[in-house]
T-cell receptor
Framework: DVKVTQSSRYLVKRTGEKVFLECVQD?????MFWYRQDPGLGLRLIYF???????EKGDIPEGYSVSREKKERFSLILESASTNQTSMYLC??????????????FGPGTRLTVT | DAKTTQPTSMDCAEGRAANLPCNHS???????VYWYRQIHSQGPQYIIH???NNETNEMASLIITEDRKSSTLILPHATLRDTAVYYC?????????????FGGGTRLMVKP
């Protein structure tokens, strides 16, 4: 079974704090993605990575950075958390071998609250 | 990318077929129709996708109209566990940035 895990299910941070969200997958997938999901706005892509040390901006990269030092791990970093970054954060992975479809596998999500 | 329109919510009796419609009238010839669902407090789950032929897998069937302007996801025997938000997405197949963007989706409530 495909498994994608995220470091925390719920997180509360203060404005200005540096926040790390980690995602780990055990499927040896090349592609990894970070999304945020907000009511009324659906799912929006923040960053994605198609290989170790490679990263590409998604639709809403401002205020975020990412790190992919190992194939199985993709980290999302909020350099200085702000209240408008309160959201559900979802990590996803996809194998290049199945690139015909958008069969992305999602983690359980991290609900981040910035106060 | 073609925009999709789905009803906000639907109810279905347990054991009956759930038919979830999606309109994508501006779909272009190289765009696929994908369906995902998201059960409360979980990440989205891939269900099925198709280009123009009807598709079936162990989870659901996808019926795409001949003009490809609409499609219907069918859960043949809905269970309580199928209660979720169902998202219809239309995207071009591309290796560059295989990203997903979800709209509002349809909240399916399966009732006993």
């Amino acid at each position: 079974d495909v498994k994608v895990t995220q470091s925390s299910r719920y997180l509360v941070k203060r404005t200005g704090e540096k926040v790390f969200l980690e995602c780990v997958q055990d499927m040896d997938h090349e592609n990894m993605f970070w999304y945020r999901q907000d009511p009324g706005l659906g799912l929006r892509l923040i960053y994605f990575s198609y290989d170790v040390k490679m990263k590409e901006k998604g639709d809403i990269p401002e205020g975020y950075s990412v790190s992919r030092e190992k194939k199985e791990r993709f980290s999302l970093i909020l350099e200085s958390a702000s209240t408008n970054q309160t959201s559900m954060y979802l990590c996803a992975t996809k194998s290049e071998q199945f690139s015909l479809g958008y069969e992305q596998y999602f983690g359980p999500g991290t609900r981040l609250t910035v106060t | 990318d073609a925009k999709t329109t789905q009803p906000t919510s639907m109810d279905c009796a347990e054991g009956r077929a759930a038919n979830l419609p999606c309109n994508h009238s501006t779909i272009s010839g190289n765009e696929y129709v994908y369906w995902y669902r998201q059960i409360h407090s979980q990440g989205p789950q891939y269900i099925i996708h198709g280009l123009k032929n009807n598709e079936t897998n162990e989870m659901a069937s996808l019926i795409i109209t001949e003009d490809r302007k609409s499609s219907t996801l069918i859960l043949p025997h809905a269970t309580l566990r199928d209660t979720a938000v169902y998202y219809c997405i239309v995207r071009v197949f591309s290796n560059a940035g295989n990203m997903l963007t979800f709209g509002g989706g349809t909240r399916l409530m399966v009732k006993p």
